[in-house]
Nanobody, 123 residues
Framework: VQLQASGGGVVQAGGSLTLSCAGS????????VGWFRQGSGKEREFVAG????????KYADSVQGRFTISRDNAKNTVTLQMNSLKPEDTAVYYC?????????????????WGQGTQVTVSS
């Protein structure tokens, strides 16, 4: 499976962005998907996850109530809607296809990564 992340950009604090993750070449829709982010000099961290059929989701405490993850298996896409963005959300965002049906909540549970998309939130 191959993943392609898109939708990053520069936005002012309080603004919104929508990230997309498109899967191809494999069984993307049969596995959970997670969004992770990596700030400058920091480790990659879990942001949000969704199980294989979209029936269950999970969010990091830092984004709960502001971000929404969803998926459309007919289109092999997962979307991360990010609202009320803060400067501390600035990072490279990666989508990852998990090793099982549930969401991959840590880096070691991801079997395939997208290339990353930069999100910059200015104050």
């Amino acid at each position: 499976v191959q993943l392609q992340a898109s939708g990053g950009g520069v936005v002012q604090a309080g603004g919104s962005l929508t990230l997309s993750c498109a899967g191809s070449g494999g069984t993307f829709s049969s596995y959970g998907v997670g969004w992770f982010r990596q700030g400058s000099g920091k480790e990659r961290e879990f942001v949000a996850g969704i199980n294989w059929n979209g029936g269950s989701t999970k969010y990091a405490d830092s984004v709960q109530g502001r971000f929404t993850i969803s998926r459309d298996n007919a289109k092999n896409t997962v979307t991360l809607q990010m609202n009320s963005l803060k400067p501390e959300d600035t990072a490279v965002y990666y989508c990852g296809n998990g090793v099982g049906r549930g969401w991959p909540w840590r880096v070691g549970l991801v079997r395939a990564w997208g290339q990353g998309t930069q999100v910059t939130v200015s104050s």
